[in-house]
């Protein structure tokens, strides 16, 4: 346990994986029932990566996720009531139900939507970055993507700009070894992402994506780096999806990897290994885990009902949002 990160931020790591994992959860059991109206994208397994970058991140920091993004919307603020109601399609979604799981915004937030283009998110942080420099603010943007979306030109286009710009953005990559079903060995001759930032003069680290100690640590620092006006980071996370790419099942089950390989990551389990590091080093009592988990468990179910009670959207608002409306003739 690290001597330089305090209790409260500790127990903050905690709580916020544990609220991410919690709802999850609660997506898998409910989604069998067919009455979400949206694929999923879980992200259970890859908690502590969301956990760790977003305690070091203020309100005005921009946030840019891509399908996967349920937990780093949780992670930076977003309520979990407006996320479920998105995803059942109702009007109290954060896209008034027109938008679903991969399209989560809160501009309060500083989330101002999700793409679910593979690499689409990261020229946005990029356009955010440059905005907050040209304004004078000193607001970070963060994006995070996976190890397919490093195969795209964007993310080798946008590291270049960025570097050469010194823009404030952290660019994260949850490398979980799989773009949909194709391992990173066959799309990578080294698998060694964080290097690649080298090729652009921007500091590259990789660190144990399952372990939020280490990825607060790094992303501190380059958030720091970011806030400062000395440039953008890449940090390679690696970690893995417990789900498959899409839906509640797990990918063994058809095929598309080995049920092995999976078990093997599950015994790291960012929340339970932490978990017992908190309990071992005294951060945390057993008594105020179960306080905490019955605490997280409400909020879930009251987003729950929240969902339930919003309503559908009215016909009239189908194809409000779809082109600009405050123009001229």
């Known amino acids: 346990m690290s001597n330089k990160i305090p209790k409260e931020t500790l127990v903050g790591l905690y709580e916020t994986m544990l609220r991410i994992r ?31 970058v977003c305690l070091n991140l203020v309100k005005d920091d921009y946030l840019l996720s891509n399908h996967r993004g349920h937990g780093h919307c949780i992670a930076k603020g977003t309520d979990m009531g407006v996320m479920m109601a998105e995803f059942y399609g109702k009007a109290g979604g954060c896209s008034g139900g027109k938008g679903g799981s991969m399209h989560l915004v809160d501009p ?26 040209i304004k004078g603010l000193k607001s970070v943007a963060v994006t995070f993507f996976g190890d397919g979306a490093v195969d795209e030109g964007v993310f080798h286009e946008s590291m270049s700009f960025a570097s050469l710009k010194k823009l404030p953005v952290v660019f994260v990559c949850e490398n979980n070894l ?11 001759p080294t698998g060694d992402i964080a290097g690649s930032a080298g090729a652009y003069g921007v500091p590259g680290v990789c ?16 958030v720091e780096r970011a806030r400062k006006g000395t440039g953008p980071s890449l940090i390679e996370a690696r970690t893995y999806r417990w789900k498959g ?21 599950m015994e790291k389990c960012p929340v339970k290994r932490f978990r017992e590091r908190l309990l071992t080093s005294g951060v945390m009592s057993a008594e105020e885990m179960d306080g905490l988990r019955s605490a997280v468990a409400e909020e879930v179910d009251k987003a729950v009902s929240f969902s339930d ?3 559908w959207p009215d ?14 003739k």
């Open 22 to 52: 919690m709802f999850e959860e609660k997506v898998v059991e409910l989604y069998p029932a067919q009455e979400m109206k949206t694929p999923v994208h879980l992200y259970i397994g890859q908690e502590a990566i969301a956990a760790g």
């Open 309 to 311: 009670k919003s309503p």
């Open 315 to 328: 016909t009239a608002e189908l194809t409000r949002g779809l082109y600009y409306e405050g123009g001229g």
């Open 207 to 222: 660190v144990d994506g399952n372990d939020p100690e280490a990825v607060y640590e790094c992303s501190k620092e380059a």
């Open 178 to 188: 799989y773009a949909t079903n194709s391992h990173i060995t066959a799309r990578h």
């Open 108 to 133: 309060e937030n500083s989330i101002p939507g999700n793409s679910a283009i593979v690499g689409g998110g990261i020229p946005m942080a990029v356009g955010a970055a440059l905005a907050s420099q």
């Open 245 to 265: 790419h899409v839906g509640p099942d797990a990918d063994f089950e058809k095929g598309c990897r080995p049920e092995e390989e999976l078990r093997e990551w």
